[in-house]
């Protein structure tokens, strides 16, 4: 959220899309990275058939948009961000499994999981991402933006991306239905 005196200014459509992306693509390096280890072989994590795991960006863009600002204590700001995360990835395993009838992770392994959708652990780096993402790396991130690209410049590529990202999301839905 980009402050303007006291009040707060709502990022544009485009804007928020950059936002998901950025953090879906950064999601999909940490999942594919963490897999690749844990196999002990590659694994090119993700939902999609692009380098994007979308879950990233659909819980880090609200948290940015709800938490940013809001919260004086990065404890406070760690539990807000693995609470909604841990939601939102309950929901997101809840519908995957009703819409393609599969599974696209087990915590069922994990300590203190839930019918293995979540789990303590992924919650307590979701946590620690937020308050990385939200107090660190964003607020870093528009400022490059700002002070390197060109508003048209972002505009016309993001669109560019828009038309990529629907493919891959129809050609996606289309092989796994």
Known sequence: MITTRTRAKMPDIITLFDWFIIYSYLGW????????????????RGFMYGPLCPIYGICIVPAILLFTGRFKYNI??????????????????????????????????????????ICIGAAMVFGLSGVIIIRYLHPRLIRYMDENFQTGTIKRVSRVIFVIFLFDLLVTFQMNL
């Open 29 to 44: 390096v940490y999942e594919t990275i963490y897999c690749s280890f844990d196999l002990g072989r590659y694994v090119d």
């Open 76 to 117: 406070t700001l760690f539990l807000s961000c693995a609470f909604l995360a841990s939601l939102v990835e309950y929901g997101t395993s809840l519908w995957m499994e009703f819409v393609f009838g599969r599974r696209w992770w087990n915590y069922s392994n994990r300590i203190l999981n839930i019918n293995g959708r």
